[in-house]
């Protein structure tokens, strides 16, 4: 058996190291995509009290900490047993929306985008945003840092710091917004409802508009059907902040919906021996490995995951857009709902939806007369024991759960990633990219790692949550490797 | 114009957070009224960008896994070795821009980006554990890194630039 090995050199950032195991007639037999995890988080959080984790979870990680803090809040809403207030709800989501629009806007135009933008075709030092701003123009360049810049200034004034937020407090928020506050946080959210609008209309324009882009995104390559999970509002529509878990099957009907506090009796982890990482899957199905359709219990929880999970998005401008999209990929209305979307390349067009839904909702709640109600910060007076808060980050439900005495110090930490959650579906995507290019014992190496990349790009994989890197890369290596072990061939290149 | 440094890095990263532990101590050790900014951020990429914006010259103090040298090494670095040593326009993370390219997109988007970028980084040992201490080479390469900031700060305040 051969063995193609596409591995890191280094792993400051954190890196994930691809092994593809062909069969004697030399195709693709088993692929190992492996993650490597910072270590000792929960032994660190252990013996603190539970209400710094605010502050302590949003330093994992440096891509998304608005994240871990509001997710970290909303476990403490229930360790406390504190309902927060409609005000003070409405106040995290505003901030949250922010976030969202940042995170979307860095990810489609950085990150994913290019690929599109710039043609997959092109070398990987074109494929970037630079490579964007030459195909679309500098003025581009320029929106996407000024959305970026008033986006980090909301979510610095509402959240207390720049970076790492502070303000999330069981059932509270430290600071109320101020009317001056909400006059800005306005005016900054309808330049976002531009902006999202701008950005759709540009992956119309350069994307859709383009034959061989739109039969990449429907190629039987990036195309699995699997379980969606996603969290939704009462009315089944998508929400970032706060609602039920849903969990569709891959033609669309609701497998399960529950409340974050339930999550483990729905989910359960599979360990493999291979892989520090734990693969979660659907305990009301069964884990049948590494294979999609409705009896395995692989899920996704991604941007595309959320819209497919969902009946519809909750503002009418994104309404109008996720009906475009799933009339234009040719998915049809079964019960009153659009099927799944199986596409996984469809992802970077969902992340578009919900970049217009998040500037739409941001409007929406800087414009609440709620939104300035001073009292923020509730009494808490209860003992606490366990809570668990979810939300969605913006590369899936991101789960903490904590356990405490009964003076609030911690005993146990737990917490389900976004990542995490795709672990599966990306080693999956992973495979079948890698089936693509290698049969009968040939092994395209011209666009393999390409290719690879794009299949889990599209999950926007956090492989680990450290915070910035010298000097910048992430070198990959592919070594292909004779049953005997000797290298047959080698090639290297670095991925984003 | 003021110098801004940065202290880069995770706290509670074991030894990534060195790049703040330089911070603080070059911060309480320079003279009140110098016109030095100093702060500490926990990111990169774009961020690190846009957070340099409306300074000419920026110290960054940050850790380094090179493997090339024992831990608790001290190094400075240029731009020009940054991007001799990334060959392609991408971040390590999945999720950013690296420097060197968004530096090139602040530039092309009429931004004033820093015109002199150095790095003093000290070579780390363990960045994947949990842990608010470094490791033993790196905790006493601490005031080295300062010492070496500093010398390059002086040098600046030495030889400043118009704010034109």
Redesign the interface.
Known sequence: MKRVSIDPI????GHGRIDIFLDDAGDVANVYFTI?E????E??CVGRPAEEMPR?TN?IC??CPEAHHMAATKALDDLYGVEPSAAVRKLREMFYMAFFVTDHT??FY??GGPDFVVGPEAP??ER???GV?RKVG?EI??QV?ET??RN?EVIKMLGGR???PVAGLPGGWSQAVTPEMRDRIAESAAKNVDFGLFSLKLFEDVVLSNQAYLDLILSDGYTHRTYYMGTVDAQNRANFYDGLIRVVDPAGKEFVRYPARDYAQHIAERVEPWTYLKFPYLKGVGWKGLVDGADSGVYCATPLSRVNAADGMATPRAQEAYEQMFETLGSAKVNGRYEPIHYRLATHWARLVELLYAAERMQELASDPEITDPNVRPVVTSTPSEGVGSVEAPRGTLTHHYQTDANGILTRVNMVVGTTNNYAPMAMSVKKSAEALIQKGTVITEGLLNKVEMAF?AY?????C?????????PLEVTVRAPDGSVVECVQQ??? | MTILVLG??????TD?GVGVRVARLLRAALPPDCDVEVDE????????M?RMVGHRRVLIV????S?TAPPGTVRR?TLD??RQ?????????????????AL???R????TVPEEVV?V?VEVEN?????EEPTPAVAAAIPLAAAAARREIDRWLGAPVSDT
Do not use: W
């Open positions: 280094t792993r400051l950032e490597p910072l270590r000792g988080f032994q660190f302590i330093r440096g891509v860095t990810h950085a990150l990987p030092a970037n945003i630079l701003i500098v360049g320029k840092i970026r810049i980090h720049g970076v790492h790009r926007d994989p956090c492989m680990s450290a915070t910035h890197a010298l000097p910048g890369r992430m670095y991925v984003d | 880069l890095g995770n706290p509670i990263l990534d951020v926990s990111v990169g990429g774009l961020r690190l846009e940050d850790a380094l896994l493997g670095l070795d940054l040593a990334s060959d392609t326009r991408h971040s390590r993370s999945p999720h950013d821009a690296d420097l060197i390219t090139d997109l602040g092309r988007a009429g931004m790095f980084a960045v994947v554990d949990f842990g």
